[in-house]
């Protein structure tokens, strides 16, 4: 059976319940469809140490702040997965989870949605489907020889998986610099970090809002014809969040450089150094989740579908919201996703109105 909408929302995480809200404001008919069982989006997945690096109140969607979590200046992904519950019930979005988008086709004027439970008929879509769902793990020289365990960021949970071991943590962003403090100030891990160049830390007191802001004032500029700013990748690649400052402080979180290849039991450097292994974990990024989109063929460089903000070039019936600073500034983040999801609300109001 084939049901219909005014507009389907492909994803049910924080992007997805901010297209929702503002979708209600501009009264359209719309369903947000989640493939996860239960609310929260991907930071259900995340591992227990996980912290926001804003404070509650600059971490919120449109319409509800954040309430603050008792005892914790910045606050926990459990305490964000409260927060996005309470956030759909609140507001009585109609999220339909359990529900995996395979495919996003052209028909007859409208855009068919199909799912594994049905299909649906839409006059307007938003992917909000971010990237954690798709992980980037980098083709390295000896990795089918490694013997020990491999696993990516999306894998990782606690310190105690892996007492008494020896773990080689690659990446020099924020989870390569916090999953190897949160492995190293257990005490009871050999860790070895790894990076590609030389980690660069931001300011110790740059959290999440001053991020925000910096990456606003970048589209700003690039919107007005200005010079490039550079934004956020201007100040650094790691927010100093307390535990990665803590670690770097003892001097537990000093890099060394990428390895040439793995062997059997470890990596191996240029120089030829070797460091045994139990586990590599690849905190190596992600890329946007958008197979779903491929019958509309519009990849562009990069993977990337090109857009006028949150508008796909090639279809103007599709938004993409939430992947990151190409459909919006700060669009992967709490606080910076609520712009351009009301812009994308507007602009297919407008567009079903005409």
Sequence with gaps: MTQHTDVVV???????????????????????????????????HMWDSLHLFSPAAYSSLPGRLMPAQAGET???????VDYL?????????????GTRVEAVRRDAGRLLVETDSGNWRARAVISATGNWSRPFLPAVPGGSVFTGRQLHTVNYRRPADFTGQRVIVVGGGNSGAQIAADLALDGHVD????????PHFLADDIDGRALFDVATARRRALDAGRSDTGGVASLGDIVAV???RAAR???LLKAKPMFSRLTADGARWTDGSHTG??????????????AHLAPLNLRGPRGHIPTDGTRALGEPRLHLLGYGDW??????TLIGVGRPARDAAREIAQMLSG
Excluded: N
């Design 249 to 251: 402080d003892v001097g």
């Design 85 to 97: 519950t309470d956030y759909e019930k609140r507001y009585d979005l109609p999220v339909q989870h």
């Design 191 to 198: 860790v070895t970090w790894v990076t590609q160049r030389p």
């Design 242 to 244: 307390p535990p990665v």
């Design 74 to 80: 910045y606050p926990d992904a459990g305490h964000v």
């Design 10 to 44: 492909v994803g049910g995480g924080q992007a997805g319940l901010a297209a929702g809200y503002h979708l209600r404001r501009q009264h359209l008919d719309h369903v947000i469809l989640d493939a996860d069982p239960a609310p929260g989006g991907s930071w259900q």
């Design 277 to 290: 292994a139990d586990a590599v974990i690849w905190c190596t990024g992600f890329r946007p989740a958008l």
């Design 327 to 332: 459909t919006g500034p700060a669009s992967a």
